[in-house]
């Protein structure tokens, strides 16, 4: 019996080692098939001052400066003033790049998704812009009364919890829809996974799939193949 996909060629025997093999290509190559894909940032790559495109896996993305972002990807920066009485310190995206999903103080702020939340045309009350302030955190001094105040503008959680930011790619002149799963390290954005729906035009729903999903549908498939052998 032979199976062929857009990258390679099984044989299936009756030793089974093959269908192992063909669980591992299901996991490996799933950017081949309609539907979501997930990659998870397990090398540690940081998108500050550099692009982040959400087609690639952490190990293929490429640091880059504002002029290389594209359809599918984003330019993160990172800016910082400081005022004897005030200061502040935001993330945020720019270049004519992917966009983010905006809400709150004139859609200029990354709204937050969450897990399982469908990133698509659907969604309302806010707008998608190639220009995104991710966190904006903010400190005051008083000098006549000594006051100090500090605060998040940002809708990201200040406390570092985990959460989504919908994105909308432009992949041969189709929309596609994706998401970036961040966190809020003291108005510095950690990207901890990031993925997006291969069918354009088709919404997504934020974190799918779940890091155990493919794995699970390679068991199905070795599960389904053994049993067409004996049967």
């Not at 859609?107 to 469908?118: C, V």
């Not at 955190?137 to 008083?142: K, N, T, V």
């Not at 961040?182 to 890091?211: C, H, K, R, S």
């Amino acid at each position: 019996m032979t199976i062929r996909d857009t990258g390679a060629t099984w044989t299936i025997n009756p030793s089974g080692q093959d269908c192992l093999a063909l669980a591992a290509a299901i996991a490996a190559t799933s950017v081949a098939y309609a539907g979501p894909v997930r990659y998870d940032n397990d090398t540690n790559y940081s998108w500050f001052y550099s692009v982040l495109d959400l087609t690639k896996s952490a190990a293929d993305q490429s640091y880059g400066g504002i002029g290389d972002v594209t359809g599918s990807s984003f330019y993160m920066d990172y800016f910082s003033d400081f005022y004897p009485s005030f200061s502040y310190q935001h993330s945020y995206l720019g270049g004519a790049g992917g966009e983010l999903w905006n809400s709150g103080f004139q859609n200029r702020y990354a709204a937050p998704i969450d897990s399982g939340e469908l990133v698509g045309p659907g969604l309302s009350n806010g707008a998608w812009s190639q220009s995104s302030t991710l966190e904006f955190a903010w400190s005051s001094y008083d000098y006549y009364t000594g006051e100090y105040d500090s605060g998040f503008r940002g809708l990201l959680p200040p406390d570092g919890s985990p959460t989504y930011v919908g994105a909308r790619l432009t992949i041969d002149n189709q929309f596609h829809y994706g998401w970036i799963g961040v966190q809020n390290l003291g108005g510095f954005i950690d990207v901890f996974a990031w993925g997006y729906e291969t069918e354009a035009g088709v919404p997504v729903a934020a974190g799918a799939p779940t890091p155990g999903t493919l794995g699970a549908l390679a068991v199905g498939a070795v599960g389904a193949l053994s049993r067409k052998r004996r049967a």
